[in-house]
């Protein structure tokens, strides 16, 4: 069982549509992070969230994380094919050692 | 760029076999994580130095060893190869200390085939 359960796992959608991420625990996180990989390289971090309810806003990519830092969304509105990945949520577990354990991953096609 | 460099970027070896991945971190940052990522397992830790000595032990497996040098840059040994360690191995380097986020930033990986 994953520590971190994202959803879906995978995701098709056309282009200029909206979709949303879910990342859910039932672990508190003292912080979460965002991350998108494309095929063959290494994830590039795009957002770390640290207090309950917070939200923050990357262009098109709004990532929120619940009031009781268990879980965490990502929204992208109008998506574009450069949107195109697989994005990984990652969090650092309240009182630990301050590892990241990751999400197995969203894989996101955006299709022209 | 992330800043992290890692060689090499492909290996292709038979079973039984030893190799050496090498990572070298983002200028000013101690700690180096090492990540497997399979398709079936997700992105997996391993292992993490901070200023050259371990601090943390992951999912890695005995046959598998890491040091950090004193020019931070680390190395991961996997040795007695299997075809279930093919894999893309990641490293990662974040600042270290004690703040709450533990900002990593990752390498372009070394895609390790084992025949």
């Known amino acids: 069982t994953q520590l971190l359960e994202q959803s879906p796992q995978f995701l098709s959608i056309q282009e200029g549509e909206n979709l949303t991420v879910y990342c859910n625990s039932s672990s508190v996180f003292s912080s979460l992070q965002w991350y998108r990989q494309e095929p063959g390289e290494g994830p590039v971090l795009l957002v770390t969230v640290v207090t309950g309810g917070e939200v923050k806003k990357l262009k098109r990519l709004t990532f929120q994380f619940g009031d009781a830092r268990k879980d965490s969304s990502l929204h992208i509105t109008a998506a574009q094919p450069g949107d195109t990945g697989l994005y990984l949520c990652a969090g650092v577990l309240s009182g630990s050692a301050r590892q990241l354990t990751f999400g197995s991953g969203t894989q996101l096609t955006v299709l022209p | 760029d992330s800043g992290v460099t890692q060689t090499p970027k492909h290996l292709i070896t038979a079973t039984g076999q030893r190799v050496t991945l090498r990572c070298s971190p983002r200028s000013g940052d101690l700690s180096v994580y090492w990540y497997q990522q399979s398709l079936d397992q997700g992105l997996q830790f391993l292992i993490q130095?901070?200023?050259?000595?371990?601090?943390a032990k992951g999912n890695i497996l005995e046959r598998f060893s890491a040091q950090q040098f004193p020019d931070l840059h680390s190395e991961l040994n996997l040795s007695s190869l299997e075809l279930g360690d093919s894999a893309l191995y990641f490293c990662?380097?974040?600042?270290?200390?004690?703040?709450?986020?533990?900002?990593?930033?990752f390498g372009p990986g070394t895609r390790l085939t084992v025949l």
């Open positions: 130095y901070y200023n050259g000595e371990e601090r």
């Open positions: 990662a380097s974040s600042v270290g200390g004690s703040g709450k986020s533990n900002e990593q930033f």
